[in-house]
């Protein structure tokens, strides 16, 4: 067993190398989480529309990008993008777009659980009272619908700001990236590993600890 | 733009043609996949049982078990085993980086298992546990022969997709250098710049491979199904 040293690691090092790094990957998270549910709304309206030619794009858009390994989605987008715009764009940027339109895929499937959980006797209520879709949308079932489903919204968002790591693929500057970087200047890769995985345990573990907290105290009881 | 499928018959400079090497990039992710799924089933389904047992000792092993596999990015833990822990243990140094991979995504998959495991169990009617202690056998023996034939053939669906997951998941073994599809992906599309020809090809195979798992997932759940219970159906 070799001795680990963590000597190196003071604040020069984390306000260097490491925050910058952070920033981006919270960046990304909130970005990701805000485009990809407004986004991943839109998407489950239309699945739950019930007319084909809404449901069919919609249902190809999510079953495609969920299908896919997320690190082939980076490169992907990564390739397209600039053949599209025609001119290169940095891995951050592409980074962005790229999670946000995967994320959506996955947050439209949470919205449409969460959507169809409210009874449909809601729906019926609403229209008998002489509401129209948007108004029974807006007012019965979405906010019931918003209750259930924000701890799986919230727990989703634990699992994009994981998966912010893989940006690795393009060489976008993460989290990961900053302690890597970190490790090879002062050649200490096998400590910056370490503290890299406590680091995101720490994050992960107390937010899912919050979401646990949150879903006992906002459980509608039927 | 031009297709041009003709790059896949190139030769890539090492005496076989982009093909082969797609070929054989396939069959590492199907290695990887597959070993991982074998070390994930047999380490969750460990896991998700100790989490129902009446000891809290067994029960914080698991739930640690889970809570620490599972708050950590696959891409980390990847790293943790294929830098950390050989320069660690130096005994381990000499180990492929083909089995750090297995059990890097092993593990961090086993979480996930653990946690369906645990969720099939407590499904069951608590009087099953009690009815199988009542007629005197012992707590491995009503796992084994009166909650886990059940519980297992709930939780068959979202194994499913846990398999699926997996096949996606080994994607990321392109970090410690694995010759698998993503890998291939990235190196043939810098080699031939057609790279829109590549990620078809490499996506395409991901999805026959998640599609495949899906059919042998749904053949077993109709085997063993039994009629007229949960998970059952008909």
Redesign the interface.
Known sequence: MTALDFSFFNWNVISGFVIKGFFFSIQLTLIAMIGGIALGTVLALMRLSGKPWLVMPAAAYVNTLRSIPLVMVILWFFLLIPLLIGRPMGAELSAIITFTVFEAAYYSEIMRAGIQSVPKGQVYAGYAVGMNYAQCMQLVVLPQAFRNMLPVLLTQTIILFQDTSLVYAIGAYDLLKGFEVAGKNFNRPVETYLVAAVVYFIICFSLSMLVRRLQQKIQIIR | ?KWDWQVFFQDTGGGQTYLEWLMSAWGWTLSVALCALVVALLVGSLMGILRTVPNKWLVLLGNSWT??F????????I??WY??IP????TLRGVPSFVLVVFALGFFTSARIAEQVKAGIQTLPKGQRYAGLAVGLTLPQTYRYVLLPMAFRIVIPPLTSES?NI??????A??VSIAEL?MF??QA?EETSR??EI?LA??GL??IS?FAINRIALFIENRVQVPGMIGGGK
């Open positions: 733009m809570e620490l599972r708050n950590i990015p696959l891409l980390v833990q790293f943790l830098h950390v320069s660690i243990f130096l699926m096949i996606k998941n080994s994607s990321v392109f970090a993503t992906a990235m599309q790279g829109i990620y490499v996506t991901y999805f998640a």
